[in-house]
């Protein structure tokens, strides 16, 4: 075997054992240790809503220290674009490290830096010249964002939508609003920051029909009561709402917040982290509406796994003098080589399953949603999609606990989800999930619905 391979000698698609296959109670005997000891060591805030310890991971399959397999809907929230350890984005990154582990792009230069600086800069769904700047998460391109956005307008208030998450660091816990104990005791917040509501088209608020009309009133009110809209510098909007609820906004929304912002000089910031770099089947979310932003944020997919952010912004706008701003880590060689890989992947075909593989897990969640009055709705584009779980459809009062047991139920069948918004599960498996593992998944999460079904109707008979 030569020592490294072109793309074309990897297949696009890993072969992966058959998932899920579960040998030991769960948890077994070497995660409830691993478990026990994490326990005592580490911050009582992470979000463990089960004992899933990873051993190895290829593919869209997990193995835990104990054999189990597990088939995994998750991709590590949305990040590992082409799988887990894709062989192509491995060798990038073993290639990479025998050169050089770090020499901080701050101060430095190297080559894996500056090609994928002119692809990103390219691929974005920005027309004409633009720049970028590399960060480690999606927090930090966020905070980049933020301080960008006042430096260029000379402006300070910003403003953002309930049900957003944009992150933990100060700047991007200020904007979000997702949920309260993510804020709650750290405050004050920053300041300048208003939120208005984000159209969510499954559970309308206020009095009007219209979610966008409803959203785009909010924020006048705010210019007129608040501040004036020369005193705004940016709206931060994400094109599907991610950790909200996978809130797909009409369509006209983003097309009316793009024409307020340039009536107003104010900048447009899409929060790309969760739903960029293909996942949606284009290579970036706002794509699917046609509307040009002024600034992008990435991270998550970026480089599959390696920590990896940036922002993308018009190049006239990215003015901030040398010294403004910079990060000693973002931009680190070996997590450039690995996303430079992944956009290889993407380029190659994994963008195309993503829409077609994520069109046929839409199809199955609507059949779902057919079969069970539980079901609220079905929501996404491509592989980021969910379904809400709901106490009745008429008022759509919503349902967490049938939710929280919907999650449990897929964990113990060896099936890896996630919540989101309040009441909803999402699916955001690797681009290179392949429809029978949809199918497999599709069908575990019937039997876990039925079971709690089951469940819930034993315990009111009760
Ligand atoms: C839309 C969005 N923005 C920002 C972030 C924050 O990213 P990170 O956790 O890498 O800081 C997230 C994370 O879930 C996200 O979904």
Redesign the pocket.
């Known amino acids: 075997m030569k020592e490294f391979m072109n793309i074309q000698d990897f297949p696009l698609i890993p072969t992966q054992p058959e998932a899920p296959k579960i040998i030991t109670r769960l948890p077994g005997p070497r995660v409830r240790a691993l478990t026990g000891r994490d326990r005592r060591v580490t911050s009582p805030s992470y979000t463990r809503d089960y004992p899933l310890v990873v051993d190895r991971a290829v593919g869209s399959v997990i193995t835990d220290p104990d054999g189990n397999l597990f088939l995994d809907m998750t991709a590590g929230?949305a990040v590992t674009a082409s799988g887990h350890s894709h062989p192509y984005v491995v060798q990038a990154i073993r290639r990479q490290a025998e050169r050089c582990l770090h020499m901080s792009g701050t101060d430095f230069y190297y080559a894996s830096q500056i090609e994928l600086a002119e692809r990103l800069v390219k691929s974005a769904p920005m027309k004409g010249k633009n720049r970028i700047f590399f960060t480690n998460?999606?927090?930090e391109s966020?905070e980049a964002a933020l301080k960008l956005a006042r430096y260029h307008t000379g402006r300070q208030h910003v403003i953002a939508f309930i049900g957003a998450?944009?992150?933990?660091t100060y700047g991007?816990m200020s904007l979000g609003a997702s949920k309260v104990i993510q804020s709650q005791g750290f405050k004050p917040l920053v300041p300048q920051i208003s939120h208005v509501d984000y159209p969510n088209p499954y559970r309308p608020v206020g009095h009007e029909k219209n979610v966008t009309d409803h959203s785009m009133r909010e924020i006048e009110t705010v210019f007129r009561h608040k501040v004036s809209p020369r005193e705004v510098a940016a709206i931060f909007v994400?094109a599907i709402q991610?950790?909200g609820g996978y809130i797909v906004p009409p369509d006209d929304f983003l097309p009316r917040l793009r024409e307020l912002c340039s009536t107003h000089g104010i900048m447009l910031v899409c929060?790309e982290?969760?739903s960029g770099m293909g996942r949606t089947g284009t290579m970036w979310c706002i794509e699917h509406s046609g509307v040009e932003p002024d600034m992008i944020t990435s991270?998550?997919g970026l480089a599959s796994g390696l920590p990896l952010?940036a922002l993308i912004a018009r190049k006239k706008i990215m003015d901030w003098p040398y010294g403004s701003h910079a990060s000693t880590f973002g931009g680190n060689p070996v997590s450039c080589a690995a996303s430079l890989a992944t956009l290889d992947l993407l380029e190659a075909g994994l963008m195309h399953n993503a829409k077609t593989v994520g069109g046929f897990l839409i199809k199955q969640l609507e059949a779902m949603y057919n079969e069970f009055e539980v079901i609220g709705d079905v929501r996404g584009r491509g592989l980021m999609a969910a379904i809400e779980f709901v106490k009745d459809r008429s008022s759509r009062d919503i349902f967490p606990e049938f939710r929280n047991q919907v999650v449990q139920e897929c964990f113990h069948r060896g099936l890896l989800v996630l919540g989101c918004g309040e009441s909803a599960i999402r699916f955001c498996p690797a681009l290179t999930v392949s429809q029978r593992q949809i199918e497999t998944a599709m069908a575990i999460v019937h039997d876990a619905i039925k079971k709690v079904q089951q469940r819930i109707k034993g315990a009111a008979a009760a």
């Open positions: 929230i998460s999606g927090a966020i998450f944009h992150g933990r991007a994400e991610g950790e929060d982290v969760q991270a998550k952010g």
